[in-house]
């Protein structure tokens, strides 16, 4: 099946998932991590990518991104592993590629997904059973947007900063929202439109990508076609 091309829509938050080579992990330990998110903060300055959401995983990574141009994602994210590939090799002294293959990203109606899609990241090292809170998995952008710490990836999206008039109440107001669990309706949402290719939002935000993108961003209805009366 041929690979249906690239969505870009202008400012209009993508969630991206890049894969570790069969599953694989591609972070070690902290220092792995840091250097990770060094090279990302550099990349996504340089290329116009804002990230709103992160979550840094053993075998993979989540970002929840906005693109000032069609290049922004795609060359932040080639410059990223040309230069974290390159580190990692040599230091664990290993060869070859480190993804599995391309990466996977879909356009979110920010108006209806954008905290979906937040807390579907943040909340993966809990769903994995890797700690309790997210607030205690220091590889994610939780801290930035929940509590009160400083993080130099996260640039907040305009509906989060819709949430308070300062920095103080837009994180009361998501912790708030980052308690109540993801149900099993919104968890196969945002899996199936990013591992499958479809626009994340309601029916009218998937017309409008359709129009500016001329490629198909939902799913056909199930079934045969009715026959023509002809």
Request: hydrophobic letters at 35%; a positive charge.
């Amino acid at each position: 099946m041929a690979r249906l091309p690239r969505y870009f829509a202008e400012n209009v938050p993508q969630h991206v998932i890049l894969r570790g080579n069969n599953r694989e992990a591609i972070f070690a330990n902290d220092e792995d991590c840091h250097f990770f998110k060094e090279v990302l903060v550099d990349a996504a300055k340089r290329y116009g990518l804002s990230i709103h959401a992160y979550v840094l995983m053993t075998n993979h990574i989540h970002l929840l991104a906005s693109p000032e141009t069609a290049e922004s994602l795609p060359k932040t994210l080639q410059s990223l592993g040309r230069r974290y590939v390159q580190y990692f090799n040599y230091r664990y002294k290993r060869t070859g590629t480190l993804w599995e293959g391309r990466y996977r990203a879909t356009v979110v109606e920010a108006e209806t997904y954008l905290f979906e899609c937040m807390r579907y990241i943040e909340l993966n090292p809990v769903r994995a059973g890797m700690v309790a809170h997210p607030k205690d998995f220091p590889w994610s952008s939780y801290r930035a947007n929940a509590e009160e710490e400083a993080d130099v990836l996260v640039t907040p999206h305009l509906e989060y900063r819709r949430l308070g008039a300062n920095a103080s109440e837009r994180q009361i107001a998501y912790r708030i929202l980052a308690k109540e669990p993801l149900d099993a309706e919104q968890l196969t949402a945002v899996r199936e439109s990013t591992n499958k290719g479809w626009a994340l939002g309601g029916g009218r935000f998937q017309e409008k990508i359709e129009r500016l993108t001329q490629r198909r961003a939902a799913p056909l209805p199930k079934g045969r076609p009715k026959k023509s009366d002809d």
